[in-house]
């Protein structure tokens, strides 16, 4: 959430900034303001009619206690509490109302973020590694899955609906292979805890990432009588964790990494990447969260990045980095910086995790906050997440870069201690 006293700065940019996220912002943003000025105007009138009730109270007493009459005053003082009640209710209204455009509104970009309105004005800051050279026509991974004898479309399908699938064999253990590949480069050599949360998540879990109440269509929900829905990424109990929670500055940065099943319905998507691996209901992902002082968040957006190309670059899987522009990045981010994989079945680099740093956004809805020295005025931390990696994307660029011309696929020298010294992938017929 974006912190109330920029709409009161008649020096801030906050509506250029705003403008730069998307349509009908500045709108919203002149809502807030409106309810703003109108919260600040009750506010007075509340505390007067406390503070005169008050007094009263004490006139009262003391006509009681000389044993004048006190029907008048008592009279008098009934008015106070009716003013009170009025304005308690239009105040508790107007918070209301205003909360809930707050809470619309997105994250402000960094000013090293480059201004679009679509992916079309993404900036590549790096690339790694070279896209490998075939003489064959290299098949895409929805052709060697099948032919592999590792990936079921169809029955995934069966057994849920589409954009389900069921790995079996090899492609079952080379997804276990990844995901404890990359929880233990991340927790011995990258410094993160590892942390195996729960996968539903509350209303207030996903209010402090930023998912509600924006983005609920695509959440799966778990009926009516529950406020409890399955998580579409790790970052939402992870960032939670210290939720109206105050911090030791001293302890600061901490580091979280968690393997989890994700869950989203996709709602927005419109049949894009039906295909195949990339855009499914139910993944797996290993998920990368850091929560810092202010100062250290865009040093550490740098390093949890970083953490992120180590994946890739021990896998042997060419790669770029993008900054995202203000009109691709997320809702929450402040600046994002997308990794994005060669698939050789494709022909295109294809995202396979978005680094980001929320600054404060998150923190201040989440009431996350620390201390400095361990003491003193509490201030909000920065928060910061990425994929560290999808674990399915990883197996697709695996299958498609690593591939053979008889339809076997070489697996990657640093994954074959997690396959008991399996070398190759070979098809099934």
């Known amino acids: 959430m974006l912190d109330p006293a920029l709409f009161r700065d008649d020096d801030s940019d906050v509506e250029t900034r705003l403008s730069h996220r998307g349509d009908g912002l500045v709108e919203r943003l002149q809502e807030v303001r409106r309810l703003d000025a109108e919260r600040r105007a009750v506010i007075p009138r509340l505390e007067e009619a406390r503070h005169a009730k008050k007094a009263l109270g004490a006139q009262i007493g003391k006509a009681k206690r000389e044993g004048q009459p006190a029907d008048e005053l008592v009279a008098h003082g009934q008015q106070f509490s009716e003013t009170i009640a009025t304005e308690e209710a239009r105040l508790e209204e107007v918070e209301r109302d205003r909360m809930a455009v707050l809470l619309t509104l997105p994250n402000l970009a960094h000013e090293t973020v480059p201004v679009g309105t679509s992916a079309a004005e993404n900036v590549e800051v790096r690339r790694h590694g070279e896209p490998p050279a075939f003489e064959f026509i290299p098949q895409a991974h929805w052709d060697l899955g099948p032919a592999l004898g590792i990936i079921d479309f169809e029955r995934g399908a069966k057994l849920a609906r589409a954009r389900f699938t069921v790995l079996t064999g090899a492609g079952a253990r080379l ?44 959440l799966f929900k778990v009926g009516e009588e529950w406020d409890l829905y399955l998580i579409p990424t790790s970052e939402v109990p992870l960032a939670n964790l210290h939720r109206d929670e105050i911090l030791d500055g001293r302890d600061l940065p901490v580091r979280y990494t968690a393997f989890t099943p994700c869950f989203r319905s996709e709602a927005g998507s419109y049949g894009a990447d039906v295909r195949g691996l990339i855009r499914q209901h139910q993944f797996n992902k290993v998920e990368l969260v850091a929560v810092t002082k202010p100062e250290d968040s865009y040093d550490e957006l740098e390093r949890l990045t970083g953490n992120a190309e180590t994946v890739l670059e021990r896998l042997g899987l060419p790669y770029r980095t993008v900054v995202l522009s203000t009109g691709d990045m997320g809702f929450a981010a402040s600046k994002t910086y997308d990794l994005e994989v060669w698939l050789p079945g494709q022909q295109k680099y294809r995202e396979i995790s978005s680094c980001s740093n929320t600054e404060a956004f998150q923190a201040r809805r989440a009431a996350i906050r620390y201390k400095p020295d361990g003491k003193g005025k509490a201030e909000h931390v920065h928060t910061l997440n990425g994929s560290g990696l999808a674990v399915g994307r990883t197996l697709i660029a695996i299958l498609e870069n690593y591939q053979q011309a008889d339809g076997s696929v070489v697996i990657p020298e640093v994954l074959r201690a997690f396959l008991g010294g399996q070398e190759v992938i070979e098809p099934t017929s």
Not at 180 to 201: D, R, S
Not at 204 to 217: D, H, N, R, V
């Open 175 to 218: 997804e276990r292979a990844l995901i404890n590949f990359m929880l233990e480069l991340h927790t011995t050599e990258h410094g993160y805890t590892e942390v195996a949360p729960p996968l539903l998540a509350n209303s207030a879990s996903l209010i402090g990432t930023g998912q509600l109440p924006k983005f609920e269509e695509d």
